[in-house]
Nanobody, 115 residues
Framework: QVQLVESGGGLVQAGGSLRLSCAAS????????MGWYRQAPGNQRELVATIFSGGSTNYADSVKGRFTISRDNAKNTVYLQMNSLKPEDTAVYYC?????????WGQGTQVTVSS
């Protein structure tokens, strides 16, 4: 089992920045992929960014060039640096970890971008 604790959400003006963190504990040795998803009211949960244990990354087109995902394997923590935030980035952001044949989700952290 892997447990996740997220932090770093909040309220920011358009054009501002936020950094999300997600710390994993438990069976972290089996983690393959770490990532971030988001869900806005009335919308489905969507992929934001992922990062494999080797460091390769993938981003949604809507955040390319503005968001950066990174991970600290020693701390079992994944980060999402969000720059040039837009009102349409407003959502609950969820950390996701794939390990073995299973996955775990964080509790979610609210990001609100005001215009």
């Amino acid at each position: 089992q892997v447990q996740l604790v997220e932090s770093g959400g909040g309220l920011v003006q358009a054009g501002g920045s936020l950094r999300l963190s997600c710390a994993a504990s438990g069976s972290t040795f089996s983690i393959i992929l770490m990532g971030w998803y988001r869900q806005a009211p009335g919308n489905q949960r969507e992929l934001v960014a992922t990062i494999f244990s080797g460091g390769s990354t993938n981003y949604a087109d809507s955040v390319k060039g503005r968001f950066t995902i990174s991970r600290d394997n020693a701390k079992n923590t994944v980060y999402l640096q969000m720059n040039s935030l837009k009102p349409e980035d407003t959502a609950v952001y969820y950390c996701n970890v794939r390990y073995g044949l299973s996955q775990a989700w964080g509790q979610g952290t609210q990001v609100t971008v005001s215009s």
